[in-house]
């Protein structure tokens, strides 16, 4: 059975919402820490996360929950620089990484099991979840693909790469709209805090604008 480790992105400083979104507080924790908590319920050999600004703010967070930190120095860099980071610690155990925001409170265990199952049911080089016809996250890379994201440069996501693998895709349908709401501006925010954590059904209601996160 392939192996898919969760490498969760929470080095970012937040600059459209102006503060650092990862520590708000949701439904009595900070929305990074829901985020791990599902990854750490879902059915991932590992949880990797990726640290960087305000990293003294965060990883307290994370203490006493089975996780590893990785320092990403360049997060000014973009988002290409933490999948790097958070790539390195993984060694030839994992075979695929599962690529997770930190900023997606509403992405449900369940959710992630549904990728790693579709990934081992039918192995491919990026395997992607789509709700109602568009694209979302999180995604799941192969290690095949790993080369090619060490490769991408720092201010890019892996964008590219769903371009170089378009032929060998899988796109996975959900009904969980949860996978096109992340929270990037004080807008979002005040909606996730409307929504509460019966969110996921209430999105499939809501008209959510074009999905444009980095990778």
Same mark, same amino acid.
């Given at each position: &059975?392939?192996?898919?480790?969760?490498?969760?992105?929470?080095? *970012?400083?937040?600059?459209? &919402? %102006?503060?650092?979104?990862?520590?708000?507080? @949701?439904? *009595?924790?900070?929305?990074?820490?829901?985020?791990?908590?599902?990854?750490?319920?879902?059915?991932?050999?590992?949880?990797?996360?990726?640290?960087?600004?305000?990293?003294?703010?965060?990883?307290?967070?994370?203490?006493?929950?089975?996780?590893?930190?990785?320092?990403?120095?360049?997060?000014?860099?973009?988002?290409?620089?933490?999948?790097?980071?958070?790539?390195?610690?993984? *060694?030839?155990?994992? $075979?695929?990484?599962?690529?997770?925001? %930190?900023?997606?409170?509403?992405?449900?265990?369940?959710? &992630? !099991?549904?990728?790693?199952?579709?990934?081992?049911?039918?192995?491919?080089?990026?395997? &992607?979840?789509?709700?109602?016809?568009?694209? %979302?996250?999180?995604?799941?890379?192969?290690?095949?693909? @790993?080369? !090619?994201?060490?490769?991408?440069?720092?201010?890019?996501?892996?964008?590219?790469?769903?371009?170089?693998?378009?032929?060998?895709?899988?796109?996975?349908?959900?009904?969980?709209?949860?996978?096109?709401? $992340?929270?990037?501006?004080?807008?979002?925010?005040?909606?996730?805090?409307?929504?509460?954590?019966? *969110?996921?059904?209430?999105?499939?209601?809501?008209?959510?604008?074009?999905?444009?996160?980095?990778?």
């Amino acid at each position: &059975m392939k192996r898919v480790a969760g490498i969760i992105l929470a080095a *970012g400083e937040g600059t459209r &919402m %102006g503060r650092t979104k990862q520590l708000l507080p @949701f439904g *009595g924790k900070s929305m990074l820490e829901w985020v791990v908590d599902s990854a750490l319920a879902a059915s991932l050999h590992r949880v990797v996360v990726v640290v960087g600004h305000q990293a003294e703010r965060i990883v307290p967070l994370l203490e006493g929950r089975p996780v590893e930190v990785a320092l990403n120095q360049e997060y000014r860099r973009g988002q290409s620089s933490s999948l790097k980071c958070g790539l390195r610690l993984l *060694g030839a155990e994992s $075979d695929a990484a599962l690529f997770l925001l %930190g900023d997606q409170p509403l992405i449900t265990p369940a959710l &992630m !099991d549904t990728l790693v199952r579709s990934y081992q049911a039918a192995p491919a080089p990026i395997v &992607m979840p789509v709700y109602r016809g568009r694209r %979302g996250n999180p995604v799941l890379f192969d290690r095949e693909t @790993f080369p !090619d994201i060490d490769n991408l440069d720092a201010d890019c996501g892996a964008r590219p790469l769903f371009q170089q693998y378009q032929e060998r895709l899988l796109p996975v349908p959900v009904e969980d709209a949860a996978i096109h709401f $992340d929270i990037d501006t004080a807008a979002d925010y005040r909606r996730l805090l409307e929504l509460g954590m019966g *969110g996921q059904a209430l999105l499939s209601s809501v008209q959510l604008p074009p999905f444009a996160k980095g990778y």
